[in-house]
């Protein structure tokens, strides 16, 4: 009988173990801390549970004291999807406007600095960089999460992040395994489909996941979409061909893979998180991402018991739910071993500013001042951001001289991304011209709407991906034919050709990326 329960006491702890939920709130609620003492290694925090710096690291304590090694992930992409900075914006450029400078000594730099923020925090797994390549520009959901189309560019930065993510001794996650970025549909509403052959899978998609493996990274995100080449049956996140089969067989990677969030559509519509849950594990997955919109106790009770409940049935071999847990537990010793850059440390950034940027020299740790000539850590997102602008002057170009009117033209945003950070040029404009206004316009009569409000103020057109938006570009053809000197900022995918007095590309909307555009729109 002891020998039973013990077989039972431990089956329901690895169940546990590879269960990665979140939670409402700042801190962390009773069951959670129950939960932990109980098995639970991991728990994943959104912007929900982000107050301040000071209150995340309080919150992460309250973790680790419950269980030391305790895997605290995020989603802390920075650019258009970030946590820390959810309500300001962040103070780092995402990946596509890191491809559009190309320095991977720049991207390792931004991703050292992010990574000693999140250490700073308590936070030790982050779910990034998205090593898509972008190879649809019309992607609903990737787009600018995105280093670049480019296979070989992808492939260099996601190990440049990879790299300097976890020289700050956070784990870093390459997602989203095959590859997201040739899809039209996002997998949060439905199941994306990748209809190309092997050879293209391969050479495109495969590739910075491959380099993502060689520079040692820590963690892998499969993806819910369907690939027919690789298994024309079950979504990536639920196929033992593609995370047993590729991932581990074929590419050799031997650490831990964790699943997209399970309640989103791709899933949790067809499968159910239960029966998803069970399918992920058997066919590979060692943790189950379910954070995103179920955050309740019953969800993690009702994930347990389904598990339990396969691996008794003989439909989940107790041994790979076994080696799933050993799997998140030992990262959460990697983690807690891990590598932590002495304060002050600096690496070496080569590279000059363009576009209105500065030269950088050198990278001081995080709260340290940079040397002569140097900058600062809390500075490389901003040099980052300058250096991603890309200016183009129309014919007609006088220099902004008073006060303007922003129209900012808003799609709706992306699950991903949120629509709780704030984005645009219009606060920073206000500083710099005082008397500017802001507008947001959406919809058929956008541009007749701001070109009414604007009056005799000039106008500064802010969009996110124009060539994906027929009412925004219309929107814009309405502005340009009134008034030709308007400013048009593209803060999304550079997919239109450049138009306007002065047309800046911004390559993300990040918090930075509009104080970088905005300099260059006050300085003439």
Same mark, same amino acid.
């Given at each position: 009988?002891?020998?039973?329960?013990?077989?039972?006491?431990?089956?329901?702890?690895?169940?546990?173990?590879?269960?990665?939920?979140?939670?409402?709130?700042?801190?962390?609620?009773?069951?959670?801390?129950?939960?932990?003492?109980?098995?639970?290694?991991?728990?994943?925090?959104?912007?929900?549970?982000?107050?301040?710096?000071?209150?995340?690291?309080?919150?992460?304590?309250?973790?680790?004291?419950?269980?030391?090694?305790?895997?605290?992930?995020?989603?802390?992409?920075?650019?258009?999807?970030?946590?820390?900075?959810?309500?300001?914006?962040?103070?780092?450029?995402?990946?596509? *406007?890191?491809?559009?400078?190309?320095? @991977?000594?720049?991207?390792?730099?931004?991703?050292?600095?992010?990574?000693?923020?999140?250490?700073?925090?308590?936070?030790?797994?982050?779910?990034?960089?998205?090593?898509?390549?972008?190879?649809?520009?019309?992607?609903?959901?990737?787009?600018?999460?995105?280093?670049?189309?480019?296979? *070989?560019?992808v492939a260099r930065h996601t190990a440049a992040y990879v790299d300097g993510m976890q020289a700050a001794g956070v784990a870093a996650c390459a997602k989203h395994f095959p590859g997201h970025g040739d899809t039209g549909v996002?997998?949060?509403?439905?199941?994306?489909?990748?209809?190309?052959?092997?050879?293209?899978?391969?050479?495109?998609?495969?590739?910075?996941?491959?380099?993502?493996?060689?520079?040692?990274?820590?963690?892998?995100?499969?993806?819910?979409?369907?690939?027919?080449?690789?298994?024309?049956?079950?979504?990536?996140?639920?196929?033992?061909?593609?995370?047993?089969?590729?991932?581990?067989?074929?590419?050799?990677?031997?650490?831990?893979?964790?699943?997209?969030?399970?309640?989103?559509?791709?899933?949790? *519509?067809?499968?159910?998180?239960?029966?998803?849950?069970?399918?992920?594990?058997?066919?590979?997955?060692?943790?189950?991402?379910?954070?995103?919109?179920?955050?309740?106790?019953?969800?993690?009770?009702?994930?347990?018991?389904?598990?339990?409940?396969?691996?008794?049935?003989?439909?989940?071999?107790?041994?790979?739910?076994?080696?799933?847990?050993?799997? @998140?537990?030992?990262?959460?010793?990697?983690?807690?071993?891990?590598?932590?850059?002495?304060?002050?440390?600096?690496?070496?950034?080569?590279?000059?500013?363009?576009?209105?940027?500065?030269?950088?020299?050198?990278? *001081?740790?995080?709260?340290?001042?940079?040397?002569?000539?140097?900058?600062?850590?809390?500075?490389?997102?901003?040099?980052?951001?300058?250096?991603?602008?890309?200016?183009?002057?129309?014919?007609?170009?006088?220099?902004?001289?008073?006060?303007?009117?922003?129209?900012?033209?808003?799609?709706?945003?992306?699950?991903?991304?949120?629509?709780?950070?704030?984005?645009?040029?219009?606060?920073?404009?206000?500083?710099?011209?005082?008397?500017?206004?802001?507008?947001?316009?959406?919809?058929?009569?956008a541009g007749a709407t701001a070109l009414a409000e604007a009056g005799e103020r000039r106008v500064v057109a802010v969009v996110r991906d124009e060539h994906r938006h027929a009412w925004m570009s219309e929107a814009l053809d309405?502005?340009?034919?009134?008034?030709?000197?308007?400013?048009?900022?593209?803060?999304? @995918?550079?997919?239109?050709?450049?138009?306007?007095?002065?047309?800046?590309?911004?390559?993300?909307?990040?918090?930075?990326?509009?104080?970088?555009?905005?300099? @260059?729109?006050?300085?003439?």
């Amino acid at each position: 009988m002891t020998t039973v329960t013990r077989a039972s006491s431990t089956l329901t702890r690895d169940a546990l173990t590879v269960l990665q939920p979140g939670f409402d709130g700042t801190t962390a609620p009773d069951w959670l801390l129950r939960r932990l003492g109980e098995g639970l290694a991991s728990v994943g925090l959104f912007g929900r549970n982000v107050q301040s710096p000071e209150q995340l690291a309080a919150l992460t304590a309250q973790l680790r004291a419950e269980y030391g090694d305790v895997l605290v992930a995020i989603d802390e992409e920075s650019g258009d999807v970030t946590r820390l900075e959810v309500r300001t914006g962040s103070s780092f450029p995402g990946n596509h *406007a890191l491809g559009a400078v190309d320095d @991977v000594e720049l991207t390792r730099a931004v991703a050292l600095e992010l990574g000693r923020r999140l250490a700073a925090c308590g936070v030790n797994l982050n779910w990034a960089p998205s090593a898509d390549v972008n190879a649809n520009p019309d992607n609903p959901v990737i787009g600018v999460r995105s280093f670049g189309a480019d296979t *070989a560019l992808v492939a260099r930065h996601t190990a440049a992040y990879v790299d300097g993510m976890q020289a700050a001794g956070v784990a870093a996650c390459a997602k989203h395994f095959p590859g997201h970025g040739d899809t039209g549909v996002d997998s949060h509403h439905d199941l994306p489909l990748i209809d190309v052959g092997l050879d293209v899978l391969r050479s495109r998609d495969l590739a910075p996941f491959r380099a993502a493996i060689a520079a040692g990274t820590r963690a892998v995100m499969s993806a819910h979409i369907l690939v027919p080449a690789l298994d024309p049956e079950r979504p990536a996140t639920l196929s033992r061909r593609i995370l047993t089969g590729l991932l581990r067989e074929e590419l050799g990677y031997d650490g831990l893979i964790v699943t997209d969030g399970m309640e989103m559509q791709a899933i949790s *519509a067809t499968y159910g998180i239960e029966r998803g849950s069970v399918l992920a594990i058997a066919a590979g997955a060692d943790a189950i991402c379910v954070g995103g919109g179920l955050n309740d106790d019953g969800t993690v009770t009702r994930l347990r018991d389904a598990l339990v409940a396969a691996v008794r049935s003989g439909e989940l071999p107790e041994e790979r739910l076994a080696d799933a847990a050993a799997r @998140v537990r030992a990262l959460g010793e990697w983690t807690s071993a891990g590598p932590m850059p002495a304060p002050g440390a600096r690496i070496e950034v080569r590279g000059a500013g363009s576009a209105g940027g500065a030269e950088v020299g050198s990278v *001081a740790g995080v709260g340290g001042a940079g040397g002569a000539g140097g900058v600062g850590g809390a500075e490389i997102g901003l040099v980052a951001a300058r250096r991603a602008l890309r200016v183009t002057r129309g014919e007609y170009a006088p220099a902004v001289t008073g006060p303007v009117h922003v129209a900012a033209f808003s799609p709706v945003a992306n699950i991903a991304v949120g629509d709780e950070t704030p984005w645009g040029v219009g606060p920073e404009l206000a500083r710099l011209l005082p008397g500017t206004t802001t507008g947001s316009y959406t919809g058929p009569d956008a541009g007749a709407t701001a070109l009414a409000e604007a009056g005799e103020r000039r106008v500064v057109a802010v969009v996110r991906d124009e060539h994906r938006h027929a009412w925004m570009s219309e929107a814009l053809d309405t502005l340009l034919a009134a008034r030709p000197d308007t400013v048009i900022v593209e803060m999304g @995918v550079p997919g239109a050709a450049p138009r306007g007095a002065l047309h800046i590309a911004t390559h993300g909307a990040a918090r930075v990326c509009g104080v970088a555009a905005a300099e @260059v729109i006050a300085g003439g």
